[in-house]
T-cell receptor, first 114, second 114 residues
Framework: AQSVTQLGSHVSVSEGALVLLRCNYS??????LFWYVQYPNQGLQLLLK??????LVKGINGFEAEFKKSETSFHLTKPSAHMSDAAEYFC????????????FGSGTQLTVLP | GAGVSQTPSNKVTEKGKYVELRCDPI?????LYWYRQSLGQGPEFLIY????????DSGLPNDRFFAVRPEGSVSTLKIQRTERGDSAVYLC????????????FGEGSRLTVL
């Protein structure tokens, strides 16, 4: 069985500040890890994913995440927040070999303050 | 359209009624998924189709839920004898079928059972 924990259901940052959204996972097999973003009235959109290889993954809109096996973490970061980053962010895990059956965290709502 | 289309966007029904939710995937995508998102939670996997067949239906909560994809394109999620606990946003996603391929999500169908 696998699970995802997102620490902080709501995070607020000032525009231009560092964004850090935390994600810890549990998985009995090597995981595939994902971050999705959901803007208001839109479908979930893939930000980035880790499957194999380099543990620092770069995604769209300046976001990146680092897979740390020893810490079972996959935290999402962005050096400088923009107002347009305000959205809900979901971390997800799946068994290696397939990205099909994703297990999602409960989400983190990011607010960017002017 | 270019994206995953779901209809209806909103459905209000009474307890005990039958409901159908439709998903029109991205043209050419062989894989189709249904997820359910309850308030304040991340999406939960329901069922996955590869072509016309249900490759994994382990997430369907009980036998009141059923999904079909008869021609390998459009899918319908069917819920019999709806209960108030079925109220949620039902998300559909499609992918090109590669095991690590990106899932493209629709905006969802919000079901409210009174």
């Amino acid at each position: 069985a696998q699970s995802v924990t997102q620490l902080g259901s709501h995070v607020s940052v000032s525009e231009g500040a560092l964004v850090l959204l935390r994600c810890n996972y549990s998985s009995s097999v090597p995981p595939y890890l994902f971050w999705y973003v959901q803007y208001p009235n839109q479908g979930l959109q893939l930000l980035l994913k880790y499957t194999t290889g380099a543990t620092l993954v770069k995604g769209i809109n300046g976001f990146e995440a680092e897979f740390k096996k020893s810490e079972t973490s996959f935290h999402l970061t962005k050096p400088s927040a923009h107002m347009s980053d305000a959205a809900e962010y979901f971390c997800a895990v799946s068994n290696s070999g397939s990205a099909r059956q994703l297990t999602f965290g409960s989400g983190t709502q990011l607010t960017v303050l002017p | 359209g270019a994206g995953v289309s779901q209809t209806p966007s909103n459905k209000v029904t009474e307890k005990g009624k039958y409901v159908e939710l439709r998903c029109d995937p991205i043209s050419g995508h062989t894989a189709l998924y249904w997820y359910r998102q309850s308030l304040g939670q991340g999406p939960e996997f329901l069922i996955y189709f590869q072509g016309t067949g249900a490759a994994d239906d382990s997430g369907l909560p009980n036998d009141r839920f059923f999904a079909v994809r008869p021609e390998g394109s459009v899918s319908t999620l069917k819920i019999q004898r709806t209960e108030r606990g079925d109220s949620a946003v039902y998300l559909c996603a499609s992918s090109a079928g590669h095991p690590t391929g990106e899932l493209f999500f629709g905006e969802g169908s919000r079901l409210t059972v009174l």
